[in-house]
Structure formats: C-alpha cells, structure tokens
C-alpha cells in the first residue's frame, strides 16, 4: 500500500512497562508527524521531523516520551514507564512539503491505539 | 488560551439531507483551515481547506465557508450519505495545527 502505515494497531501495556510504536511513511516524504488522540478529543501534537531532524518536540508530554527517525524515513516513538493517562491512540502522519506548509498538507496513519492498565 | 472547538459534539442527519458543522476559532492570526473525517478505527482524512483571504470553497459535495469577523468556519455536506457518517474536525494552521474536539455526523438511512 501506499499510505502510511503504523503498527501494532493495538496495544495493552501494564503501568510502568515502556512501549515503542512504528511508522512507516509515504515514501519520499520529507516531514513526519506524531499526534496523540485522546479519546473524543482531535488530536493534539507531540513532535515533527524534517527528514532525520527532529525540529519540534514541543507537544512531547513529558520526558517520558521519546521520538526518532535516525534514517529519515521509518520513525519510533517510544513510551517508558508508561502511565494509565497515557492511554489514547497515537496517530503517525507524513508529508512532501516541509516546514510550516508540510502542516497543511499531511497523509495521515490509522494509529496506534495504546490501553494502559 | 487561544483554541479550536466546535458548537456541537454530535449531528445527526436524515439520508439525502444537507448537513451543516460548525466551528469556532478565536485566533485571529490563522491563515489556513482544514476540515478532516475521521472514520472509526482511521486516521483524519483531508476534506476541503480554505485561507484566510477566502471566504467560500466549494468541493464534490461540500463547501467550508469562513467568516472572520465571526471567527467561524463551517463544512457544509450536500445530500448526505451513509458513508459520510463520521467524526469531523476542523484545524486551524498559524505556528501550530490545532484540531477541534470533532463533531460526529450520523446519517439516518
């Protein structure tokens, strides 16, 4: 397929494990995208990449959260000691534009949705 | 603090009838606007967008209307669907995209 793909699409951690979720961009695009969605809620911004750089993480919750994407292509965000509010679906999205106008123009994943118990 | 938000949390809509969403936005600086759908167990889908120097776009089925001195935008859906049963949100782009909370469209058949 052509879209972005995320995985696992579910997943149950217990109080304190860490977890780490995957996405997979549309090839070729410069920037990527994390949101967290909670549920009801739109989703919220968590961190942005340009290529291999990671320009914004100022939406990362805490320092619990951690983000990368060493090769400019496939990004892990990475969740340690994870907390119940921590429960929500991550969302992954990418884009060929960069910068402020990669924003306008974003492909986004199905999510991750993470249940902590 | 400046944010996003929508009038109602859920719509619901007779086959074949318009629907109308509505959102609400309070910063001024915001050039550009999307509305996205979101089917269960998806991510957002892109609809339609407008600018700031707009006030009308029309699309296949749909047109967002912005009025700034208001401060509002709205998708209008044309003979609504089944398939257009969803959650949708508008966003707002200025340094940051912020999605509203969503509105969910339920179509009655």
């Known amino acids: 397929g052509a879209g972005v793909s995320q995985s696992p699409r579910y997943k149950v951690a217990k109080r304190g494990q860490d977890v780490a979720l995957r996405c997979d961009p549309i090839?070729?695009?410069?920037?990527l995208f994390w949101y967290q969605q909670a549920l009801g809620q739109g989703p919220e911004f968590l961190t942005y990449?340009?290529?291999?750089?990671?320009?914004?993480k100022s939406g990362l919750p805490s320092d619990r959260f951690f983000a990368e994407r060493p090769e400019g292509s496939v990004s892990t965000l990475k969740i340690q000691r994870t907390q119940q509010e921590d429960s929500a679906v991550y969302l992954c999205a990418s884009s060929p534009r960069q910068g402020r106008l990669a924003k306008n123009i974003q492909y986004f994943g199905a999510g991750t949705r993470l249940s902590v118990l | 603090g400046e944010s996003v938000g929508l009038h109602l949390p859920t719509l619901s809509v007779q086959e074949g009838d318009n629907s109308i969403i509505n959102c609400a936005y309070s910063?001024?600086?915001?050039?550009?606007f999307i509305w996205y759908k979101q089917e269960s167990g998806k991510g957002p889908q892109f609809i339609i967008d407008?600018?700031?120097?707009?006030d009308k776009r029309q699309g296949q089925r749909v047109t967002v209307l912005l009025n700034k001195t208001v401060k509002h935008l709205s998708l209008q859906i044309a003979a609504t669907q089944p398939g257009d049963s969803a959650v949708y949100f508008c966003?707002?782009?200025?340094?940051?995209?912020?999605f509203g909370a969503g509105t969910r469209l339920t179509v009655k058949p």
């Open positions: 966003a707002e782009n200025h340094n940051d995209m912020r």
């Open positions: 990449f340009q290529n291999e750089a990671q320009l914004d």
């Open positions: 090839s070729g695009h410069v920037s």
């Open positions: 910063n001024s600086a915001s050039d550009y």
């Open positions: 407008i600018r700031s120097n707009m």
